[in-house]
C-alpha cells in the first residue's frame, strides 16, 4: 500500500517554462513535506519542505503547494533550466518514536528540461 | 568529510552470501537512517538510529538484515544469506536533529547485486 505516490514517471518541459510535478498521500499523520532531488549515481539532496499546517513555502525558482482537503502537493519550478533534470522524489514525514523522523518516498518523476 | 560516506559504492556477490555495507555519517550528526532504492521504486525505509537509544528496525524487511552503530558514529548494515531480491541501492543518510522538517542528508549510496 503506497502511502505516497507520483503518478507521472516522467515530465518533459521547454527551457524558461513552468514544471510541475505532483503528489499525492493516503496518511493524515505526515506532518511535513518535502521534495528531493537525484541525479544519477548520486544520493538525494534536500530541495525544499513545507509544514502540513501551511499551504505554500516558496525558495527561489521552487515553490511547493499543499492541499491538505485533497492530500496533494506540487512542486512548482519557473523557470525551469537544463540544469534541474534530475528525478524528484516527493516525501512524507512522521515523527518516530524516541525522536527523529521516518520517510516515506514516492516512486520519483523523471523531469527533463529541455534546450 | 563533509558529506555521507559509504562503502563499497558497488557490491556484486553470489547468492547465498553475506555482506557488509559502511556508512559514515555526517560529523555531530545523532540521527542516522539506512534506506532502499530497488530498481522503478521509490525509497525503503528500512532502520533509524538516533544516540544510544535503541533503534527503530520497523522497516526491515526480514530477519536475515541487521544493522549496528557504533559509538554513535559509524553504522554497518549486514544482509546474511543475500537473495536476488535484495538487489538494489543501499542509501545511508544523516541528520543533526531529531524531530522538525526531518531533513536527511544522503550519501552515494551502495549498490548490491546479487547474482
Redesign the interface.
Known amino acids: 500500500d503506497?502511502q505516497?505516490k507520483?503518478n507521472s514517471p516522467s515530465l518533459s518541459v521547454q527551457e524558461g517554462r513552468i514544471s510541475i510535478l505532483n503528489c499525492d498521500y493516503t496518511n493524515s499523520m505526515f506532518d511535513?513535506f518535502?521534495w528531493?532531488k537525484k541525479y544519477p549515481?548520486?544520493?538525494?539532496?534536500?530541495l525544499i519542505?513545507i509544514?502540513s499546517i501551511k499551504d505554500k513555502n516558496e525558495d527561489g525558482r521552487f515553490t511547493v503547494f499543499l492541499n491538505k482537503s485533497a492530500k496533494h502537493l506540487s512542486l512548482h519550478i519557473v523557470p525551469s533550466q537544463p540544469g534541474d533534470s534530475a528525478v524528484y522524489?516527493c516525501?512524507a514525514?512522521e515523527?518516530?518514536?524516541?525522536?527523529?523522523?521516518?520517510?516515506?518516498?514516492?516512486?520519483?518523476t523523471q523531469l527533463k528540461v529541455e534546450l | 568529510g563533509a558529506g555521507v560516506s559509504q562503502s563499497p559504492s558497488n557490491k556484486v556477490t553470489e547468492k547465498g552470501k553475506d555482506v557488509e555495507l559502511r556508512c559514515d555519517p555526517i560529523s555531530g550528526h545523532t540521527a542516522l537512517y539506512w534506506y532502499r532504492q530497488s530498481l522503478g521504486q521509490g525509497l525503503e525505509f528500512l532502520i533509524y538510529f538516533q544516540g544510544n537509544s535503541a533503534p527503530d528496525k520497523s522497516g526491515l524487511p526480514s530477519d536475515r538484515f541487521s544493522a549496528e552503530r557504533t559509538g554513535g558514529s559509524v553504522s554497518t548494515l549486514t544482509i546474511q544469506r543475500t537473495q536476488q531480491e535484495d538487489s538494489a541501492v543501499y542509501l545511508c543518510a544523516s541528520s543533526s536533529r531529531t524531530g522538525g522538517t526531518g531533513e536527511l542528508f544522503f550519501g552515494e549510496g551502495s549498490r548490491l547485486t546479487v547474482l
Open positions: 503506497q505516497v507520483q511535513y518535502l528531493y549515481a548520486e544520493g538525494p539532496t534536500f519542505s509544514s522524489f516525501a514525514s515523527s518516530l518514536t524516541g525522536g527523529g523522523n521516518k520517510l516515506t518516498f514516492g516512486t520519483g
